[in-house]
């Protein structure tokens, strides 16, 4: 990229993305499965609860967080797992609206409600996204004067383009294999089950104890408290608080179902209502809660 610097700002974001998408499909290639997810829909969770299981199951000490296959490389019978958002893939591969790239993976998809991904997505675009990652996603540009409402109705990052990719994932399941919806509504309120089913679906040998013991590891007050210390080792900014002061500058935040209330009046939350009626009836969002 420092080779492309003096280009023209469109040309340097076509570049970035394609080389961001040719790392990631390499990774796709190499992976045992792959964990699909839009920003901001618990996947840092999950992440920490599948690390728990697999350092218990290998052995490995609890401060080593999954990251492709590093677990792979100290333990053989661990995955290798493909974190993406289908993101820069597309640019790599030219499958604007097919998942062909994904035919023959195993696909766990982590939703949740659009709602309270793009208020979530907000206070990430606000405290802790870099000013690069904003232009090269046509997120709103670094510094823009706009408040939460702003920015779950835009277009290119709030409601409206999460309905299209969810929308977009409903479409490709008669072209893919074997996908697992996972709802983070779910998962709350019963993450064992749901992290048991996760491991069955991805061939992964873990005791129940084992997954009780994942669970406890990653509550909510002990994943505030692990951020905090940054406990994870080599993790960079990824559980990492980027102002402790600042609790809204956390990865770890609210975690709370139906939070986007809290923002918005009674008529704003019947905007945001008509707009998620639009989604595919799979995900379970498309009624008024």
């Known amino acids: 990229m420092l080779l492309v610097f003096w280009l023209p700002a469109a040309r340097r974001k076509k570049i970035e993305r394609w080389l961001r998408g040719r790392e990631e499909f390499h990774k796709l290639q190499r992976s045992d499965w792959v964990l699909m997810s839009w920003g901001k829909s618990g996947r840092t969770w999950l992440r920490v609860m599948l ?114 990719y969810f929308n977009g994932w409903a479409a490709a399941m008669a072209e893919l294999e074997d996908v697992l919806v996972v709802r983070y509504e779910d998962m709350r309120a019963d993450p064992a089950a749901v992290l048991a089913r996760i491991l069955a679906f991805t061939g992964s040998d873990v005791s129940a104890q084992q997954v009780e013991e994942a669970v406890e590891f990653a509550a909510y007050e002990n994943m505030k408290k692990m951020e905090q210390e940054s406990f994870f080792k080599g993790s960079g900014a990824r559980v990492k608080a980027a102002d402790k002061d600042n609790p809204q500058s956390y990865k770890v935040r609210k975690a709370k179902v139906g939070g986007y209330r809290d923002y918005f009046t009674d008529e704003q939350c019947a905007e945001l209502d008509d707009l998620v009626a639009q989604l595919d009836p799979l995900f379970g969002y498309g009624t008024r809660p």
């Open 51 to 164: 690390s728990r299981a697999y350092t218990l199951k290998a052995g490995l000490p609890a401060s080593e967080l999954l990251d492709f296959d590093n677990l792979r490389k100290a333990d053989p019978s661990l995955p290798a797992v493909f974190f993406t958002h289908n993101n820069y893939l597309r640019d790599y591969t030219g499958n604007w609206q097919s998942k062909a790239h994904f035919k023959g993976r195993k696909i766990v998809l982590l939703v949740r409600d659009p709602r309270d991904v793009a208020v979530s997505q907000f206070f990430q675009w606000q405290f802790r996204m870099r000013p690069n990652k904003k232009f090269i996603n046509d997120y709103p540009p670094h510094g823009a004067d706009i408040d939460t409402w702003d920015f779950v109705l835009d277009r290119d990052a709030g409601v409206p383009r999460i309905v299209d």
